[in-house]
């Protein structure tokens, strides 16, 4: 994995691991990483991992429902800069939310989402929102 997010795993599945992005411009965001080694493209994942991503999309969108209630969902597989089988899972929301004491907008509300890198929470606030996701998906 070109990027360590092992301490934000929220849940594992056979053939997926879910885990919150560091980045929550977008309250919620997650990572959907393939653990198959070679995994590159969406196109090249097997009928198994194909069916699993779809039961855990829909888990996750449950979850993120739950806990934080967006009004939307964009799901991202670029493959761009981190070249292994992975997507990102990322809440929208029309209203801005808060979340112990931090307000999320979604200032592009209705458009393509887009990364804001200086949008940076405490590794407390990060891990209160895995912990509520993992909580969530049981």
């Not at 761009?80 to 990322?90: C, D, K, V, Y």
Request: charged share 30%.
């Amino acid at each position: 994995m070109a990027e360590d997010f092992s301490k934000n795993l929220v849940k594992e599945y056979s053939h997926w691991s879910i885990y919150v992005h560091d980045n929550q411009g977008y309250l919620g965001r997650c990572v959907i990483w393939c653990k198959r080694e070679d995994a590159l493209d969406m196109v090249d994942a097997t009928e198994d991992e194909q069916r699993e991503l779809f039961l855990v999309l829909r888990d996750l969108q449950k979850a993120s429902k739950d806990c934080f209630n967006p009004d939307w969902f964009n799901y991202a597989f670029l493959g761009n800069e981190t070249r292994h089988l992975h997507g990102h899972f990322i809440p929208r929301y029309k209203e801005p939310k808060t979340f112990m004491d931090t307000t999320f907008e979604d200032k592009l509300w209705g458009h393509n989402y887009k990364t804001d890198h200086s949008f940076i929470i405490s590794d407390e606030l990060l891990q209160a929102v895995r912990n509520k996701l993992k909580a969530s998906l049981g």
